[in-house]
């Protein structure tokens, strides 16, 4: 009792203190100083439980909502999980700091925000402020960490006046904010190429006044047209679509100037005029407010008003006649130019021959010998004409209607070594002038041979003919006929009617002797002709025909008397028909008239 | 127990308490010399604090071994069954070791940090400490029993005059140089002044005396164990003189410092009781 009642005084005399409040192991720091005294303990601590983080999160619902949210720091992998306390401790003075961490090693990214580029060297205080905090509690506290959004406008000034919306990252790096170096102009409606990538920004984004600061403008740019920033040098003369001739390369190249559609002018380009230099035909050296003007309404047919006249005015200037714009000397219209305009008029076929036949040499109005043929044709017959080694000149024997058929007429051949006649006057050149393709007027000769053949060879004898004088029987007139032969160099002079005979009645044709048998023919009458008369004549088994009849014309028994025979004739007798008496009767088939009559009594011929 | 044998017990305690004292503060330096507002963000806060691995460790040891000391000193006083258990004088030592390493212990518990009503706790502790060396200063100046028990002062009178004649007996020094050593060793303490600075005085001119003593024994060559012999017996004769002389004073000091120990041992153990019982409702269980 003394004891409790000293110890009383004790905690009495203890000056100025509450003993409430001496349970406390130390001051609250200043956030939580209105939370002091025995009465807030449990505002914190869970009795037989420490410090729980139910209870911090209790009043910290900012950082509670992140935690759910899973953002900010508080819900990084390195805190997620942890005591609020182990970091946040406090009863250790009033002007303790509960939140401090190393601002230099702090590791930012588990924050959700990771600072790269400037943002790593930037004090952290310079994001981390008041004025860039949004929510109004946060904003009011002092030196929270809290309630900074991580868009770029949150902390940055827009420096393009609303125009450009708030997603500042995609052109700008933490880096630097100039130059935006994740801005790609290619992607945008108007990518850059040619000298647009080396020209300022602000020549074409010009500054503007927006919200009373100047920006430059980067928005609602018009650029569908060049004019929207480039003035026009040609006076509006040639048009808007600038991009037709210029490219972005230099405003004076003329790369793209084969972009240009000169068809719309009223000088369409064809041919080889699409291909040609602007500056063929234009003149470079012109101020742009006159350039291309040099050769406006010229019209498409006026050549000379750019091209000099190669011909130097000798055919004309409608160029157009002959040439096309697909090239001075190719695909010349040879229907349009009139040859006949020259001294070597066209005719027969150099009408249709191709002119670059003839015309060789670069341009066509080169000088071209052409007096004689052979100035532009070869000598097919290689000299073959030539006398004293000069040959005549084509047209002697050839005209423009062509090589055939030939002007050399049958008197011009009757006054070579080998004039034609007879036969030879039908016969076609070829049959002795073309040996295989070729053909040929020289040294063919001049002997029957030297073209025919000599078909009766081993078959006449040679002594008949010597050295194939075919001439010795045959005449050009025609190889049958007109046979000058002698045959009576023969053992079988020809006499009487066999001189009017042809050759081949005799001389007959068979399959053996194609050309007529002129060897080994029988000179008896029967070996030739046919025996009428049966064996009514026949004497020794031979029948002589020549006892009756002679060589001449007919077969009038020339050599018979009938007076001779054993019935005379007399009287009437001798002026009647033979036909009268010698009946005509069939003997085996064949018509026999009988002449020798066996019975001559008067009843054997008259009723 | 020998003199010698209870010198190195006594230094041996000694030399825990000073060890495990400088031991303690070189190994948490760093830490205590941090500013409480900083000591959070120390290394080893979570180490030295009072409520960490260590300093709550200190705080359990340092109060069991106190509560150890107070209660076992209390107990051996108290009940006379453990008379037979060593000497009073012994527990005393051992009552103040583990009072004076308890406190050491407690002291690197608070880590510096005095504040709220544990405080209280704590100074009341410091009171204690600081009072049990006064007391223990006071307790030796009055004499007594080697059981304890204070002696009269006739009893002291008797032991003066042994002390006296076994001076004499010491032998080797002239009768006349006796005398004159025991009239100055009789010589009276200073009489103005307070008590602290009479006892400071006194004990310079006891100092003197028995190097006088020592002298005018060398003078006479007297052999060097005599003179120690005689310096001893003139040192335990002027102190006894000394205690004779105070026993009064001391008797009433001693009273009077039983109002102080005891009761800011109380307070000591009061709190300490609300600290632990706060500590534990609060979920603070060391490793437990």
New interface residues.
């Given amino acids: 009792m003394r004891?409790a009642s000293?110890?009383f005084a004790?905690?009495l005399l203890?000056p100025g203190?509450e003993?409430a409040?001496?349970?406390?192991?130390?001051?609250l720091s200043r956030a939580h100083a209105q939370l002091e005294g025995i009465s807030n303990?449990t505002q914190c601590?869970?009795?037989?439980?420490?410090v729980s983080n139910d209870k911090c999160l209790a009043c910290h619902d900012e950082i509670k909502s992140l935690i759910q949210s899973k953002a900010g720091y508080h819900a990084s992998r390195d805190v997620r999980g942890k005591e609020c306390a182990s970091c946040h401790?406090d009863h250790?003075?009033r002007?303790?700091?509960m939140t401090?961490f190393d601002e230099e090693t702090f590791n930012h990214r588990l924050t959700g925000y990771e600072l790269t580029g400037a943002h790593q060297t930037t004090d952290c205080r310079a994001c981390h402020q008041p004025d860039n905090i949004n929510d109004r509690e946060l904003k009011a506290r002092s030196g929270t960490w809290l309630g900074l959004e991580t868009r770029c406008i949150d902390c940055h000034d827009d420096g393009h006046q609303p125009s450009l919306g708030n997603d500042c990252a995609q052109c700008h790096t933490t880096t630097n904010f100039s130059p935006a170096s994740k801005f790609d102009h290619a992607k945008t409606d108007f990518p850059l190429v040619g000298q647009h990538l080396t020209v300022a920004c602000k020549e074409c984004h010009a500054t503007e006044i927006r919200q009373g600061k100047p920006v430059p403008k980067f928005s609602n740019i018009a650029f569908a047209n060049c004019n929207s920033c480039h003035d026009d040098p040609h006076n509006s003369q040639l048009g808007t679509s600038c991009n037709q001739c210029h490219t972005e390369q230099s405003f004076t190249a003329t790369a793209g100037l084969s972009r240009f559609n000169h068809n719309q002018t009223g000088f369409p380009l064809k041919g080889r005029h699409r291909r040609v230099d602007c500056f063929s035909c234009h003149q470079a050296n012109l101020p742009a407010s006159r350039i291309f003007q040099d050769k406006a309404f010229i019209p498409t047919n006026d050549c000379a008003a750019c091209h000099a006249d190669v011909h130097a005015g000798k055919l004309g200037t409608a160029c157009a006649d002959c040439h096309t714009e697909e090239g001075f000397r190719g695909r010349m219209d040879p229907y349009k130019f009139d040859h006949n305009r020259t001294s070597f008029a066209l005719a027969g076929k150099h009408q249709a021959v191709d002119c670059r036949k003839c015309h060789v040499s670069d341009r066509m109005t080169d000088p071209l010998p052409h007096n004689t043929c052979a100035a532009c044709h070869q000598d097919y017959h290689q000299g073959d004409f030539a006398t004293a080694g000069r040959s005549p000149d084509c047209v002697e024997c050839h005209a423009e209607t062509g090589f055939s058929p030939s002007l050399f007429t049958l008197e011009d051949h009757a006054k070579t070594a080998f004039p034609l006649d007879g036969g030879h006057l039908a016969t076609p050149c070829f049959a002795c002038h073309l040996t295989g393709d070729k053909w040929r007027f020289k040294d063919i000769g001049n002997r029957c041979v030297d073209c025919h053949e000599d078909v009766h060879k081993g078959e006449i004898n040679t002594k008949y003919y010597p050295l194939q004088a075919c001439e010795n029987c045959h005449v050009t007139t025609a190889w049958l006929g007109d046979n000058k032969f002698d045959h009576n160099q023969t053992t079988f002079a020809l006499q009487g009617e066999h001189l009017n005979t042809a050759c081949a009645a005799c001389h007959q044709q068979d399959a053996e002797k194609p050309h007529g048998r002129f060897a080994g023919l029988a000179q008896a009458c029967t070996a030739c002709h046919e025996n009428i008369h049966g064996n009514q004549f026949e004497k020794a088994g031979q029948t002589d025909c020549t006892r009756c009849h002679s060589f001449a014309a007919g077969w009038e028994a020339t050599y018979f008397n009938h007076n001779l025979t054993p019935f005379p004739l007399t009287g009437k007798h001798a002026e009647v028909a033979c036909s009268a008496c010698h009946l005509e009767t069939v003997v085996q088939g064949v018509a026999t008239v009988t002449y020798k009559l066996e019975r001559f009594e008067c009843r054997d011929c008259h009723e | 127990m020998t003199q010698t044998t209870h010198r190195i017990y006594i230094g041996t305690l000694v030399s825990i308490v000073v060890l495990v004292f400088f031991y303690l503060l070189f190994h948490g330096l760093s830490y205590y010399n941090t500013s409480l507002e900083e000591r959070f963000y120390h290394p080893n806060h979570d180490w030295f604090k009072p409520s960490g691995a260590m300093g709550h460790g200190l705080g359990i040891a340092g109060t069991l071994l106190i509560l150890i000391g107070v209660f076992g000193y209390r107990a051996k006083k108290r009940y006379r069954w453990l008379a037979r258990f060593g000497r009073l004088k012994y527990w005393l030592e051992f009552h103040i070791f583990l009072c004076s390493l308890g406190p050491v212990l407690i002291l690197f518990h608070t880590a510096f940090k005095f504040g709220g009503i544990v405080s209280v706790s704590f100074w009341s502790m410091i009171v204690v400490v600081a009072s049990g060396i006064v007391g223990r200063f006071i307790y030796v100046q009055i004499p007594r029993t080697i059981e304890g028990r204070e002696l009269s002062l006739a009893e002291l009178q008797q032991m003066k005059n042994q002390l006296s004649m076994s001076l004499a007996g010491v032998g080797g020094v002239a009768a006349s140089n006796y005398q004159d050593l025991l009239t100055r060793a009789q010589v009276k303490a200073p009489q103005e002044g307070n008590l602290l600075s009479r006892i400071i005085r006194k004990y310079g001119v006891d100092r003197a005396t028995v190097q006088e003593l020592k002298v005018t024994l060398q003078q006479h060559q007297t052999p060097r164990p005599k003179i120690r012999e005689a310096t001893y017996l003139l040192r335990k004769e002027l102190s006894l003189d000394n205690r004779i002389e105070r026993l009064h004073v001391m008797q009433k000091l001693f009273k009077y410092w039983h109002v102080a120990h005891l009761p800011f041992a109380l307070i000591m153990l009061f709190i300490l009781v609300i600290h632990v019982a706060i500590t534990l409702a609060f979920g603070y269980r060391w490793i437990f």
Avoid: E
């Fill in positions: 004891i000293l110890l004790v905690l203890l203190m003993l409040a001496q349970i406390s192991p130390g001051d303990c601590h869970v009795l037989g439980a420490k401790s250790h003075g002007n303790f700091a401090r």
